[in-house]
């Protein structure tokens, strides 16, 4: 395990590129989180244009509601999108160098070649929700007055939403990459479902006309943006009435994780037998 | 002398194309064992195979032994088709993930840049090497760590002469330690050069396997030449070990039966009123031998 993490390391320490996008990504992420509220409450003004009576302010970054909206702004897909073209790229080298050949000449497994690759992502996923929770946590005790260590804690459980969310797309993205194995490919087909070819199933399925059932909840980036499917939104609740989600259902990770297991299974499965 | 590597009855379909059929050899410990073939015949897809890159549709392989795993790639070195690195990274980088993955340490890695003539390039990234330095870096990160086996796919491809020099006197130098060396080539001068055994292959068969030496040993002609060639070919006739022979206006080429010692054959035909103006044994060279194989299996 280790000794994986070791060459995956010597893989990409001194590949530029990859911190490039790496420091793009950790830019545009931080840039979205702090000009949330901003953007948000332009957009009120904007509207309160129209109406008679004016919608309030939001402020999103006091504890404990920050804990979801910053998960929620964390894992849209224009968002996740930038780590999951990183993956796939790290992935779909390997097949365009040809070094996935070299690795097993070299008397690495195929398996282990797919373990070096899980370890890669789970690592990200791990770096980037400690870095999501301190940030979270600095940006939340600069904005909330009454500080109690419960009022901190209480909607905590959502950063590990945000785990759950990186962890399987990024296993999807790199299914793309095991799979077609070109890099423009991947990237392309990856970006074009996620975007457009889901969203069109999606309220194909929702339509009432179709389905009567919720089966549209079930589709693979769907399940993952439903572990945080809104932003904590009190306000709205108050005024409107709306049952919106408030707490962390660790049920809803349960499908993006089977997903994430088979796709694991599918690529250990293609890699034993197609040829390098 | 152990067997190192047996391959047994190996075949390879791509689609309609048959890449390696019912292919058996053997290599023993410390041989230079060259696969020769023209492009395409099967080279490459046979060393792929055994190194689990690709799989047979039939057929087995053991190394050392033992039926094929990690553990048995991790104890050859080994560079098939391209030098395959990560060309973002320095030679010395590509070096340690080599040894990473091979479990040795990285104190080899001086020495098998210094030997291929990297050393001083080993900090600038890959991207930036010639055709030729990538394939001396290939070279390279198949020594590391002194394996037991080499298997170079056509090591000398795309060097200068200077280069091809080079490598093959690493070969050399490296089989004089005792490691066993699988070449794969096409060019006959290269297994010619380094090679102790040779195995031919055309359209994935193999149409030939035995010693190099054995093979450069058979002199089966010579080119006579005489005043007059009539008397010159109805004397040849006679001899007791004689074929046939091809004439020409100026010489004539005759073939034996057996080995002929050159002073004999002329004293034979100088009792018989024949003075030769010519007289040269031809060698049979490994590339004749090697186009009348593939001649023959057209």
Known sequence: MIKLLQIEFRKILTYKIFWILVGLYFLFLSSGILLAEFIINSMVDDTNRHLPIPVPHVNIYFFPSIWQNITFFATIRYVLIFPAIIIIMLITNEFTYKTIRQNVINGMSKAEFLNSKLLIILLMSVVMTVLLGIGTLIIGFAHTSDLTISLVLEKSTFILGYFISLLTFLVYSMFFGFILRNTGLSIALFTLYVFIIEPILYYFLKSPLVFKNSIYTYLPVNSILRISEYPSMPVLKKVMGLNLQDSLSLGSCCIPLAYALLMIGIVFWVLKKKDL | METVLSISNISKRYGKIQAVSDLSLKVRQGQVFGILGPNGSGKTTTLSVILDLIKADSGTFRWFGNPPDKESRKRIGSVIESPNFYPYLSPVINMKIVADIKGHGHDDIDRVLRLTGLFDR??????????????????????????????????????????????????????????????????????????????????????????????????????????????LSDAIKTYPAFKSLVATQEKIQVYFASDVDPGELNQFLFQRGVTLTHLSERKRSLEQHFLELLENNK
Do not use: W
Not at chain 2, 124 to 147: C, D, E, H
Not at chain 2, 193 to 217: D, M, P, Q, T, W
């Open chain 2, 122 to 231: 080993r900090n600038t990234k890959f991207r930036t090497f010639s055709f030729g330095m990538k394939q001396r870096l290939a070279v390279a990160s198949a020594l590391l760590g002194n394996p037991e086996v080499l298997i170079l796919d056509e090591p000398t491809n795309g060097l200068d002469p200077q280069g091809i020099a080079h490598i093959r006197e690493l070969i050399l130098m490296i089989a004089g330690q005792g490691t066993t060396i699988i070449i794969a080539s096409h060019l006959l001068d290269e297994v010619q050069k380094v090679c102790s055994h040779v195995a031919v292959l055309s359209k994935g068969k193999k149409l030939f396997e035995g010693r190099v030496s054995e093979v450069l040993e058979i002199s089966d002609s010579y080119e006579l030449s005489s005043a007059d060639m009539k008397i």
